[in-house]
């Protein structure tokens, strides 16, 4: 690992402030120093933001639920009143890699997350990612890889609640140039969608200070397949959110992960399921509407029946069928 200074940021201000050009925060360090060790980045400076004030909150309120950026996925699993409020969240927070290391791994870091593309974590290779000229995966190992893609990078976002925030059209609330801007989950990755080299949309130093839940969906769900049971990343993750009123689903909204560079959503599928009580013939149309257009490579076939088999279930859950 390259010298790095090391400071601690007591006020978001003094955060911004210290991690400069050429720093990044650091909460859980789950994979920042996991990308230091390998040569992958190499910030020269490391801030500490751990003790922000009030930013590891969870609350609720009027609008809705409010998760500071440092609320462990942990403390998201625990929290039981969350929990019933929305559940699809709770379940994707139990799924995020092992007890250990959602004891430490903060929501910011976990959104933050960079790309798991064995290319781009190979620290000889350099790829579209790396300011390469190629994508490596495109011709060659690509099991793990993208359904969707805007630019030729087919590397996925892998965050397990970035999946689920987007079903339940959570905000992230950021500190951009020292005011806050608020973004949807498709906003918070859409550069990725774009542009093979950014990992979200974030700028350097710009700073998650919470996510905003708003009040529409009481009901919600998260279902994923993994090769492993624990200590791994979705092969295709699914969240599925809306609110049911005599059996009629009201803003329903699904969305994928681990199948494109952003929460994979199709908004024609949402509206579809608008006032839809839902049966298999039901969901299995949302199912087809949303990997119509899936352009799957040589290795990664396999993603297209599963991720209709997740939405398949993940919509009879909502009401109570699966
Ligand atoms: C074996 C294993 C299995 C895993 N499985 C899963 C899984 O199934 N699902 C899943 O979602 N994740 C999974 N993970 C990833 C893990 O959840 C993330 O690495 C972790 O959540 C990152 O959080 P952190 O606080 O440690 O972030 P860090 O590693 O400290 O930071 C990650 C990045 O985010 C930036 N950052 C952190 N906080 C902020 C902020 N508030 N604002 C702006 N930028 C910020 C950092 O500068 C850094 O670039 C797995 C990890 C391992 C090791």
Not at 39 to 67: C, E, F, H
Not at 84 to 89: E, F, M, Q, R, S
Not at 237 to 248: I, N, P
Request: charged fraction near 20%.
């Amino acid at each position: 690992m390259k010298a790095f200074e090391y400071a601690t940021a007591l006020s978001t201000d003094s955060a911004r402030e210290l991690v400069g050009a050429n720093g990044a925060y650091l909460p859980g360090g789950n994979d920042l120093l996991a990308l230091m060790k390998e040569y992958l980045v190499d910030p020269k400076r490391l801030v500490n933001i751990k003790s922000l004030p009030g930013m590891d909150k969870i609350q609720s309120g009027a609008k809705g639920w409010t998760i500071g950026a440092l609320a462990t996925v942990a403390e998201i699993e625990d929290h039981q009143e969350l929990a019933k409020a929305h559940p699809g969240l709770q379940q994707a927070a139990a799924e995020v890699g092992s007890r250990q290391i959602r004891n430490v791994a903060t929501v910011g870091g976990n959104l933050a997350q960079h790309s798991r593309c064995w290319y781009f974590r190979h620290r000889d290779t350099v790829c579209l990612k790396k300011n390469g000229d190629l994508c490596y995966a495109r011709n060659g190992e690509n099991r793990y890889h993208s359904l969707f893609t805007g630019n030729p990078c087919i590397s996925p976002v892998v965050s397990s609640l970035a999946t689920t925030f987007a079903a339940l059209d959570a905000t992230a609330v950021v500190l951009h140039e020292g005011a806050e801007t608020r973004m949807s989950m498709a906003e918070l990755y859409h550069r990725a969608w774009e542009n093979p080299l950014a990992h979200n949309s974030l700028e350097n130093g710009d700073l998650i200070l919470r996510v905003e839940i708003p009040v529409a969906r009481s009901r919600s769900t998260y279902m994923q397949v993994s090769d492993k049971h624990a200590f791994d990343w979705a092969l295709v993750s699914c969240a599925a959110a809306a609110e049911v009123t005599d059996g009629k689903l009201k803003s329903p909204r699904v969305a994928l992960g681990s199948i494109s560079p952003v929460p994979h959503q199709v908004e024609a599928a949402n509206s579809f399921l608008e006032g839809k009580v839902l049966d298999d013939a039901i969901a299995t149309q949302a199912a087809d509407m949303i990997l119509k257009d899936a352009k799957p490579l040589e290795h990664n076939a396999y993603k297209v029946p599963m991720a209709h088999a997740l939405i398949r279930r993940a919509l009879l859950k909502l009401k109570g069928d699966a």
